[in-house]
T-cell receptor, first 111, second 112 residues
């Protein structure tokens, strides 16, 4: 079983602060995805990274895939209350037909 | 285009009862998945399917069965429900095995 470890598990910050969430594994993934889940709903895709060292930006969110394709990070600049939610990373091994999810980081941004 | 739908949205069962959860997708996706999500945890894969007529076990398959008779539908069955199966169940589909997964809204199951 390929495990994805996310840290921190919980994060509570004030509006305007910056934060970084990590997703680490000992396994190599062909692609890695970040999802955001709000209470009572299913996860929604934020980004997919596929190339080692790749950096993608989505407004105030910056995603990075490690050079060895074993880890990833999500950085949020100037967090807003609307960023509150559960952030999940998911890794897909080559041709596996399925992904492994981390346990998630619960982010709370206080106004 | 409804995406991924799940029925029912909420169900209460007594220990030992059986039920079937239905997942339907209208995106012509080949791959479909059933996950369970427990408080403070991520998604754990129960069973999945890489195409019509095929199914495979995930991380936590015990106590569950699945069927994929039609490409657009993926059914999850509980033959004899146990309190440990109290959870939120999510269905997802994707065009390819490593692509974006589209999730349904979830089914909340309480087993007493």
């Amino acid at each position: 079983t390929q495990l994805l470890e996310q840290s921190p598990q919980f994060l509570s910050i004030q509006e305007g602060e910056n934060l970084t969430v990590y997703c680490n594994s000992s396994s190599v993934f062909s692609s890695l995805q970040w999802y955001r889940q709000e209470p009572g709903e299913g996860p929604v895709l934020l980004v997919t990274v596929v190339t080692g060292g790749e950096v993608k930006k989505l407004k105030r969110l910056t995603f990075q895939f490690g050079d060895a394709r074993k880890d990833s990070s999500l950085h949020i600049t100037a967090a807003q209350p609307g960023d509150t939610g559960l952030y999940l990373c998911a890794g897909a091994p080559t041709n596996a037909g399925k992904s492994t999810f981390g346990d998630g980081t619960t982010l709370t941004v206080k106004p | 285009n409804a995406g991924v739908t799940q029925t029912p949205k909420f169900r209460v069962l007594k220990t030992g009862q059986s039920m079937t959860l239905l997942c339907a997708q209208d995106m012509n996706h080949e791959y479909m998945y059933w996950y369970r999500q427990d408080p403070g945890m991520g998604l754990r894969l129960i069973h999945y399917s890489v195409g019509e007529g095929t199914t495979a076990k995930g991380e936590v398959p015990d106590g569950y069965n699945v069927s994929r008779l039609k490409k657009q539908n993926f059914l999850l069955g509980l033959e004899s429900a146990a309190p440990s199966q109290t959870s939120v169940y999510f269905c997802a589909s994707t065009l390819s095995g490593t692509g974006t997964q589209y999730f349904g809204p979830g089914t909340r199951l309480l087993v007493l």
